[in-house]
């Protein structure tokens, strides 16, 4: 069953277009990537989906248009989005920001245990659960990050280039970390990454963005055979 379709997607900022005609289609339970060059759209293509930008064309979740909604609105139906820079709250504690992830919810003891979960998913995290925000290396901020996204219990998780500013190893660990996640809860994400080797790792598909349009589109296999793909996104 599809949950999120984008058709013909387009978003300004100002007299400025952006996006040109972005098309996505994520299956309930699928992880889609999106690959772009800097400045290609991918980040107000996730906006465009949280309610934050102007869109025209259409985007539906769950078969209902989404189109127009306020970002809380598009919150409370189960998307979260993981933005690009974190958003790590640096005067609270680690358990303070995961339960600021929870805000909507008030099952407080299905909140107290997806609190576990996640200090389980992320050890380094439990290590630090009192300090504050303030205190985190870049790596634990953005295990923070995803884990402030999962507490809201989404249907569709949209992650931001995760693994930007991280040393490889992190990136690598924080994306094992989200693949269990993914396992686990079955929640469906959509994977903006520079690194395309990584979002690989995650992925069943991935959709190309140039200049604000959806150029390509296929399965992770797929893709990864194409010349244009191999060169511009995984290194050769
Ligand atoms: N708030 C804004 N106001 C005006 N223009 C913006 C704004 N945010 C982004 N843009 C422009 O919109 C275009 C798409 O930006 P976007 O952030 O979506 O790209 P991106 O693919 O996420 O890039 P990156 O890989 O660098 O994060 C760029 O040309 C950018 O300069
Ligand atoms: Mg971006």
Not at 91 to 105: H, I, K, M, P, T
Not at 150 to 178: C, H, I, Q, W
Request: with cysteine; aromatic share 4%.
């Amino acid at each position: 069953m599809t949950l999120l379709e984008l058709t013909d997607v387009t978003a300004s900022y100002g007299p400025v277009q952006v996006l040109d005609g972005v098309s996505l289609t994520v299956p309930d339970g699928g992880a889609v990537g999106i690959l772009g060059a800097n400045g290609a759209g991918k980040t107000t293509t996730l906006r465009a989906i949280s309610g934050a930008v102007r869109v025209g064309g259409s985007i539906t979740f769950d078969g209902e248009n989404i189109v127009g909604l306020r970002p809380e609105q598009v919150a409370a139906r189960g998307i979260a989005h993981v933005p690009e820079g974190r958003g790590t709250l640096s005067d609270l504690s680690v358990r303070e920001n995961l339960r600021v992830g929870a805000y909507l919810r008030s099952d407080r003891k299905q909140i107290a245990e997806d609190i576990d979960y996640c200090l389980d998913l992320f050890p380094q995290l439990r290590n630090r659960v009192k300090s504050n925000g303030s205190a985190l290396s870049g790596g634990e901020q953005q295990m923070l990050a995803v884990a402030r996204g999962f507490m809201a219990k989404p249907r569709l998780l949209l992650l931001d280039e995760t693994s930007l500013g991280l040393a490889p190893s992190t990136a690598k660990n924080v994306y094992e970390a989200v693949g269990r996640l993914r396992r686990e809860s079955g929640i469906a994400m959509i994977v903006v990454e520079q690194n395309a080797n990584l979002a690989f790792t995650l992925v069943d598909s991935a959709t190309v963005l140039e200049t604000g349009r959806s150029v390509l589109s296929g399965t992770t296999e797929e893709l990864r055979d194409r010349d244009e793909i191999r060169r511009a996104y995984l290194g050769g």
